[in-house]
C-alpha cells in the first residue's frame, strides 16, 4: 500500500481537492435552503405561512403545539373514541432549471430533472383526553439535486457534475391544551438521509460517491451504495390565541448531524477504467441545523385568512464538510484519503406571508403568498453543483372540501437569481455564473375527524 507520505497519494490527494473546489458540493439545495417552503399544498399555496393559521398535516412539521386549533367533529357518532382531527397525504413534484457558464467555455443548462416530495400523516383528539392531540407523520424534510454531463474541465476532457441529498424525518407530536387560548406540543423526530455525488468520475482525480439512491426522480432505493445515515432530534411548539381572531405562535427544532456511511466511492486514479479504484466512503460535517419558526394568523372575517411566519436557520454551523476515503480494493492504491471542503455558511432568515379567502363558506378557498429568505452560502464556496437558494417565490393555491374530505393544490415559483462568483481554489475562472430558477407543484389530499 501507499504510504501517507507517497507521491500517488499527493497526486490523488491534490486531483480530488480539485474536484471538490471546481463544484465546492454541499447538500443539494431546496428553496430555503435545503428546506422546502411547506409541508402541505395548502402550506405551500400560502407561500409557507402556515404554521399557526392553516389546520392540516403540516402542522405536525411546523408548530405541533398548533394541533390543538383543530376543531371537534361537530357530527361524529358520540360513540366514538375519536373527537376530531385530520389525516392526509400529499404529493409533490419540484422541477428546478439551472444553467452554468464559465471561463472554460462552458454554457449549459443542466440535466433539470424533477424531483419528488412526499408528505402523510394524521393527528387524532380521543374524547377521553379532550385537552390531548396526537400525530404523526412523515416527511420530506428537505433536499434536492443538480446534475450537469458534458462540462468542459481543466483535464481536457468533458465529464459530469452530480449532486443528490435527501432527507425524510418521521415526526411525531403531543399537544396539551393548558388553558382555553394556550397550547403546548412537543415530539421527537427521527430522520433517514442518503447523499450520492460524481466529481468528474471519467477525469484524473474523479470521484463518484453512490448512484442509485438518486434514481426514479429522487424516489430511489434507500442505502444501496449511497452513504447513508439516521439521525434523531426533537420539535417543541407553543401557541396562544390572543383574541378570537388573533393567533401566534412559535417552535423550535434541534440539529441534525449527518453521519454518512456505509456507502462506496470509485476514484479514478489515472483518468482511465483501468485506474478506478473503489473505497468504502464516509462524509462527515454536515448538519440540518437547529431553527426556530414565529407564526402569526388573523381573521378579519370569518372568510379570510391572512398570515406571517418568520423564521432563523443556524447555518452558520455549516463550516466545511469532510469525504473519508478507506480500504482501497487495489493493491498500490492510497490506504485512505480524508478531503476536506471549506463551506462558511451563514445564518438565514426566511419571511413567509400568506392570504386564504373562502369563495364559498367551508367548500372552495383561494390562496396566495411570498416568500423570502436571503442566501446562506458565501460566493467564494460556490461552483455548479451547489445551486445558490432561491430567494424570491410567489405562490398560489386553492382547497376544496367536500363534507369531510378535501383536496388542495400549491403552486410556487422560484424567480430566477443569477449568481457571478470567483472560486479562487477552483479553475472555472473569474466570474462564472449560476441562474437557478424553478417551480413546484403539490397535491394533497386530506380527511377530517
Given at each position: 500500500?501507499?504510504?501517507?507520505?507517497?507521491?500517488?497519494?499527493?497526486?490523488?490527494?491534490?486531483?480530488?481537492?480539485?474536484?471538490?473546489?471546481?463544484?465546492?458540493?454541499?447538500?443539494?439545495?431546496?428553496?430555503?435552503?435545503?428546506?422546502?417552503?411547506?409541508?402541505?399544498?395548502?402550506?405551500?399555496?400560502?407561500?409557507?405561512?402556515?404554521?399557526?393559521?392553516?389546520?392540516?398535516?403540516?402542522?405536525?412539521?411546523?408548530?405541533?403545539?398548533?394541533?390543538?386549533?383543530?376543531?371537534?367533529?361537530?357530527?361524529?357518532?358520540?360513540?366514538?373514541?375519536?373527537?376530531?382531527?385530520?389525516?392526509?397525504?400529499?404529493?409533490?413534484?419540484?422541477?428546478?432549471?439551472?444553467?452554468?457558464?464559465?471561463?472554460?467555455?462552458?454554457?449549459?443548462?443542466?440535466?433539470?430533472?424533477?424531483?419528488?416530495?412526499?408528505?402523510?400523516?394524521?393527528?387524532?383528539?380521543?374524547?377521553?383526553?379532550?385537552?390531548?392531540?396526537?400525530?404523526?407523520?412523515?416527511?420530506?424534510?428537505?433536499?434536492?439535486?443538480?446534475?450537469?454531463?458534458?462540462?468542459?474541465?481543466?483535464?481536457?476532457?468533458?465529464?459530469?457534475?452530480?449532486?443528490?441529498?435527501?432527507?425524510?424525518?418521521?415526526?411525531?407530536?403531543?399537544?396539551?391544551?393548558?388553558?382555553?387560548?394556550?397550547?403546548?406540543?412537543?415530539?421527537?423526530?427521527?430522520?433517514?438521509?442518503?447523499?450520492?455525488?460524481?466529481?468528474?468520475?471519467n477525469s484524473p482525480g474523479g470521484l463518484a460517491i453512490g448512484d442509485r439512491c438518486a434514481r426514479n426522480f429522487g424516489v430511489g432505493e434507500p442505502g444501496s451504495d449511497c452513504p447513508w445515515t439516521v439521525v434523531a432530534g426533537g420539535k417543541v411548539g407553543v401557541t396562544y390565541r390572543v383574541t378570537p381572531t388573533v393567533t401566534i405562535g412559535a417552535a423550535y427544532t434541534s440539529p441534525g448531524k449527518f453521519d454518512f456511511r456505509h456507502?462506496?466511492?470509485?476514484?479514478?486514479?489515472?483518468?482511465?477504467?483501468?485506474?478506478?479504484?473503489?473505497?468504502?466512503?464516509?462524509?462527515?460535517?454536515?448538519?440540518?441545523?437547529?431553527?426556530?419558526?414565529?407564526?402569526?394568523?388573523?381573521?378579519?372575517?370569518?372568510?379570510?385568512?391572512?398570515?406571517?411566519?418568520?423564521?432563523?436557520?443556524?447555518?452558520?454551523?455549516?463550516?466545511?464538510?469532510?469525504?473519508?476515503?478507506?480500504?482501497?480494493?487495489?493493491?498500490?492504491?492510497?490506504?485512505?484519503?480524508?478531503?476536506?471542503?471549506?463551506?462558511?455558511?451563514?445564518?438565514?432568515?426566511?419571511?413567509?406571508?400568506?392570504?386564504?379567502?373562502?369563495?364559498?363558506?367551508?367548500?372552495?378557498?383561494?390562496?396566495?403568498?411570498?416568500?423570502?429568505?436571503?442566501?446562506?452560502?458565501?460566493?467564494?464556496?460556490?461552483?455548479?453543483?451547489?445551486?445558490?437558494?432561491?430567494?424570491?417565490?410567489?405562490?398560489?393555491?386553492?382547497?376544496?372540501?367536500?363534507?369531510?374530505?378535501?383536496?388542495?393544490?400549491?403552486?410556487?415559483?422560484?424567480?430566477?437569481?443569477?449568481?457571478?462568483?470567483?472560486?479562487?481554489?477552483?479553475?472555472?475562472?473569474?466570474?462564472?455564473?449560476?441562474?437557478?430558477?424553478?417551480?413546484?407543484?403539490?397535491?394533497?389530499?386530506?380527511?377530517?375527524?
Open positions: 500500500m501507499a504510504t501517507p507520505g507517497s507521491p500517488l497519494r499527493s497526486l490523488v490527494s491534490a486531483g480530488l481537492v480539485a474536484c471538490l473546489l471546481l463544484a465546492a458540493v454541499q447538500p443539494a439545495l431546496a428553496t430555503n435552503a435545503t428546506n422546502l417552503l411547506g409541508y402541505s399544498a395548502a402550506s405551500q399555496g400560502m407561500g409557507g405561512a402556515g404554521s399557526v393559521g392553516l389546520l392540516d398535516i403540516s402542522l405536525l412539521n411546523t408548530n405541533p403545539a398548533s394541533l390543538s386549533l383543530l376543531p371537534d367533529s361537530k357530527d361524529r357518532d358520540p360513540k366514538s373514541l375519536i373527537s376530531g382531527g385530520v389525516a392526509g397525504f400529499n404529493l409533490g413534484v419540484l422541477q428546478p432549471y439551472l444553467h452554468h457558464t464559465d471561463a472554460l467555455g462552458n454554457d449549459r443548462e443542466g440535466e433539470n430533472n424533477p424531483f419528488i416530495a412526499i408528505h402523510g400523516g394524521a393527528a387524532v383528539r380521543f374524547r377521553g383526553l379532550p385537552k390531548f392531540t396526537f400525530g404523526l407523520g412523515v416527511f420530506s424534510q428537505s433536499g434536492l439535486g443538480s446534475e450537469f454531463r458534458g462540462l468542459r474541465t481543466p483535464f481536457g476532457t468533458r465529464d459530469e457534475v452530480t449532486s443528490y441529498e435527501r432527507f425524510v424525518k418521521l415526526q411525531s407530536a403531543v399537544t396539551y391544551q393548558v388553558t382555553e387560548n394556550l397550547s403546548i406540543g412537543a415530539g421527537p423526530y427521527l430522520g433517514y438521509a442518503d447523499l450520492t455525488l460524481h466529481m468528474f468520475p456507502g462506496t466511492a470509485d476514484v479514478n486514479l489515472t483518468g482511465g477504467a483501468a485506474g478506478r479504484v473503489k473505497y468504502d466512503v464516509e462524509v462527515s460535517g454536515i448538519t440540518h441545523p437547529q431553527f426556530v419558526q414565529t407564526g402569526l394568523a388573523f381573521r378579519p372575517t370569518p372568510r379570510w385568512l391572512l398570515a406571517l411566519d418568520l423564521s432563523w436557520h443556524d447555518w452558520s454551523v455549516f463550516e466545511e464538510f469532510t469525504i473519508h476515503l478507506r480500504n482501497p480494493n487495489r493493491a498500490g492504491a492510497p490506504a485512505k484519503l480524508d478531503i476536506v471542503t471549506k463551506e462558511d455558511w451563514r445564518d438565514q432568515y426566511v419571511i413567509a406571508v400568506g392570504a386564504a379567502y373562502e369563495l364559498i363558506p367551508e367548500i372552495f378557498t383561494v390562496r396566495g403568498g411570498y416568500n423570502y429568505a436571503n442566501n446562506p452560502s458565501p460566493a467564494r464556496t460556490f461552483g455548479p453543483a451547489i445551486q445558490v437558494p432561491f430567494e424570491h417565490h410567489v405562490s398560489a393555491g386553492a382547497g376544496y372540501r367536500a363534507g369531510r374530505l378535501e383536496l388542495d393544490l400549491g403552486f410556487i415559483y422560484a424567480f430566477e437569481k443569477k449568481v457571478t462568483y470567483t472560486n479562487n481554489g477552483g479553475p472555472f475562472g473569474q466570474d462564472a455564473t449560476e441562474k437557478p430558477s424553478g417551480f413546484s407543484v403539490d397535491v394533497t389530499v386530506g380527511y377530517r375527524f
